[in-house]
C-alpha cells in the first residue's frame, strides 16, 4: 500500500510527525510511504521449517561423520595388510 504524505523532521533527522496535507504542515517535504504488513504467523512458521531442515543437517553431517571414520579405519586396515605383503 502505498500513500502520500507530507513529513516533518526534528533536528537530529528522526520523523517528528506526518500530515496528510501540504496545508496543515508548511515547510514540510512531500513522501511517498509504502505499508507492508507483517505475518508474524508465516514468519514463525518459515523459522520453524527452517529450523527442521538444520537439524536434519546436523543428523547428516553426523552419520556422515561416523561414516567417515569407519571408512578411514577400514582404510588403516588395508595399508596395514599391504605392509605385511611386502
Given at each position: 500500500m502505498l500513500f502520500k504524505y507530507f513529513v516533518e523532521f526534528d533536528e537530529e533527522g528522526e520523523i517528528k510527525n506526518f500530515y496528510k496535507s501540504?496545508?496543515?504542515c508548511k515547510g514540510c517535504k512531500e513522501y511517498l510511504v509504502k505499508l507492508i504488513p507483517i505475518?508474524?504467523?508465516?514468519?514463525n512458521e518459515a523459522t520453524k521449517e527452517l529450523e527442521q531442515q538444520l537439524t536434519k543437517m546436523d543428523?547428516?553431517?553426523?552419520?556422515?561423520?561416523k561414516k567417515g571414520k569407519k571408512l578411514n579405519t577400514e582404510f588403516d586396515k588395508v595399508v596395514k595388510d599391504l605392509r605385511r605383503i611386502r
Open positions: 501540504k496545508n496543515e505475518d508474524r504467523k508465516q514468519t543428523n547428516i553431517a553426523v552419520e556422515l561423520l
